[in-house]
């Protein structure tokens, strides 16, 4: 390979990591749902409706807050969306900045076989990174969709559920089948930049068919309680569910999660519900809790849709964990970098927290 082969050969590289950097968004937020609560007027004092129409306004009441729930989730979740694109865009733009420098600095060195033969095997690496940063921001839109889909199941059960004419007025606009509008940016009416990753190859995140919660959610039981006691076995049982829940089936990849996590949970709390109350956290009011020890602020941060709202509940911080070391630390969902990507998860090296 001659100098003007070598300088093909990278151009060639760079259009490559170029196309796949241009799969992710350049800019561009995500909307919000905007709603406004429904007016309830009293009924005259002298009417014998009066009683019943203080009833049906509770009734709306009670309603409009599952919904105030929903919107605040719908706009995390658009939110996060956004923010795996930018992750993935910073991702993939380091990645061809990585492959520039090393094509520069290796370029030099190709008059010979060896300088050729180092300068393919980097760009090689270059280019498996950039497939690893788009399979990875890939399964982390994938889970966000399936969130948003959940929500919108949520809401469409919320408004068969309200009495009639509820959710007319409402500032976000309805759709049919009662789901308001999500009115969110970047296009498409979805997620922000999902739209190109519709066009590439890859798995879909599974469903359970076990019992729903009313957000549409496949969890065991309508909630996780049965997993907030003491013990391994108990948090084993809990990582499984989480693991059911978040689509992760395969054999192999559920046994490195399980590992990861089961080390996790023992050095943090040795499998216990404890309270550390001497820490930083603690000292500003937000102590952490619970076997994988969240505090409630990062709870809030990673939480599954329908989990528990204690921030110490087993359940709920499994599939916390699992969210928060995928977002947060760029984990696989095969699990297969998650002791490489946090320490605490690794049996080779010392503890050291997350």
């Known amino acids: 390979m001659g100098g003007s082969g070598v300088g093909a050969y990278i151009a060639q590289v760079d259009r490559v990591l170029a196309s796949a950097q241009g799969v992710f968004p350049t800019a561009g937020g995500p909307g919000s749902v905007q709603s406004q609560g429904p007016g309830v007027p009293a009924a005259p004092a002298d009417s014998a409706l009066s009683t019943g129409a203080g009833n049906a306004g509770d009734g709306y009441k009670r309603t409009w807050g599952t919904v105030t729930g929903l919107d605040a989730q719908t706009n995390g979740t658009s939110t996060a969306g956004a923010a795996e694109g930018q992750n993935g865009r910073a991702g993939a733009t380091g990645v061809r900045q990585s492959a520039a420098s090393a094509a520069a600095a290796i370029a030099p060195a190709t008059g ?25 921001t890939k399964a982390q839109n994938q889970l966000l969709a399936t969130r948003m889909r959940q929500m919108a199941m949520a809401y469409r059960q919320a408004a068969q559920a309200s009495p009639a004419s509820m959710f007319r007025g409402m500032g976000g606009g309805m759709g049919g089948g009662g789901m308001p509008s999500m009115g969110m940016g970047g296009g498409g009416g979805g997620l922000p930049g999902m739209g190109m990753f519709s066009k590439l190859p890859g798995m879909l995140t599974g469903q359970n068919s076990r019992r729903t919660n009313p957000l549409g959610d496949s969890v065991p039981g309508n909630f996780p309680s049965s997993y907030s006691g003491q013990g391994a076995e108990n948090v084993r049982a809990a990582i499984r569910a989480a693991l059911d829940r978040k689509g992760i089936r395969n054999p192999a990849a559920r046994a490195r999660w399980e590992a990861g996590m089961m080390l996790v949970a023992q050095r943090e709390s040795n499998f216990r519900d404890v309270v550390n109350n001497s820490d930083s956290n603690a000292l500003a009011g937000n102590p952490s809790g619970g076997p994988f020890q969240f505090i409630a602020t990062t709870y809030r941060a990673y939480q599954e849709p329908g989990a528990s709202p204690n921030h110490r509940d087993t359940f709920g911080q499994a599939c916390a964990f699992i969210n928060y070391a995928m977002r947060r630390y760029g984990v696989s969902i095969d699990g297969h970098d998650l002791a490489s990507r946090i320490q605490q998860a690794d049996p080779r090296r010392p503890p050291r927290g997350y």
């Open 112 to 136: 010979s076989p060896a300088g050729v033969k180092t300068l393919v095997t980097s760009m090689d690496d270059r280019l498996a990174a950039m497939q690893r940063q788009i399979e990875s």
